[in-house]
């Protein structure tokens, strides 16, 4: 700036009134509060989470279910009843391998470091884009479940059963791969060993016919199953353990 644009701005000096300085000021830090509060508010924090969700990830779900309804009511109709519920646990686990690829995407692209510099934590996405997916996941689950027991003509508790299970498997086997390799994640290590626990899955099936065991015994596997995901989930969400990437 120059020196004659100085005087200049000296000569046309405004008076200031300090008690509306100060009154702007507390107006402006209330308005800024009052943000600052909605912006943490849980409503807020899904759609956050929510806008760094691909759109190709929820089409795929849509095409998913879509395929299903066909495949179960136009194709597998004539189909034995295990090889059904196999056809739909793969389903499943596809389903489940683009949900994981989605919350880890932030490791698997090596953008945890961009994340953290957003207004909620990384680990507070991770959290709720836990909810939101397996949310999404269960209503995937049940609507295949309904589909599928006007097809074979059994109660619904079994089909959610023998889907349920494989689903927290699944789960439980991704997330202890997250957590031995959460610093070297990549997309190709995720879907490798979602196939490996979809071979196994499906081997375990057919060599020892867990479908004719008594209900009790899957309720009892998703029971145990469940406490198990529960645990490494919430382990892998504690504090301590993201303090590295904060």
Request: glycine share 4%; with cysteine.
């Amino acid at each position: 700036m120059s020196n004659k644009t100085l005087k200049k701005m000296k000569a046309h000096e405004v008076e200031i009134d300090e008690s509306q300085k100060q009154e702007l000021i507390h107006i402006g830090k209330r308005v800024l509060m009052k943000n600052q509060l909605n912006r943490h508010s849980i409503v807020d924090l899904i759609y956050s989470s929510i806008q760094f969700t691909r759109l190709h990830t929820w089409l795929i779900q849509l095409t998913l279910l879509m395929l299903t309804t066909i495949l179960i009511t136009n194709v597998m109709s004539e189909e034995s009843f295990a090889f059904i519920i196999q056809s739909l646990t793969v389903i499943v686990i596809i389903s489940v391998t683009f949900f994981m690829e989605e919350i880890f995407r932030s490791f698997t692209s090596g953008m945890w470091e961009l994340e953290q510099t957003l207004k909620y934590e990384l680990r507070q996405h991770i959290m709720i884009k836990l909810l939101i997916f397996g949310v999404a996941d269960l209503l995937l689950i049940v609507s295949i479940s309904f589909i599928t027991q006007g097809v074979l003509a059994i109660s619904l508790s079994r089909i959610l059963l023998y889907l349920l299970v494989p689903f927290n498997i699944s789960c439980i086997l991704l997330f202890s791969v997250f957590t031995v390799w959460r610093n070297t994640l990549s997309s190709a290590i995720l879907w490798i060993s979602s196939g490996v626990v979809l071979v196994s899955i499906l081997f375990i099936t057919n060599l020892f016919n867990v479908y004719e065991f008594n209900l009790k015994y899957w309720g009892m596997g998703y029971v145990g199953s469940l406490v198990i995901l529960l645990f490494l989930v919430m382990n892998n969400l504690r504090v301590k353990k993201w303090e590295a990437f904060c």
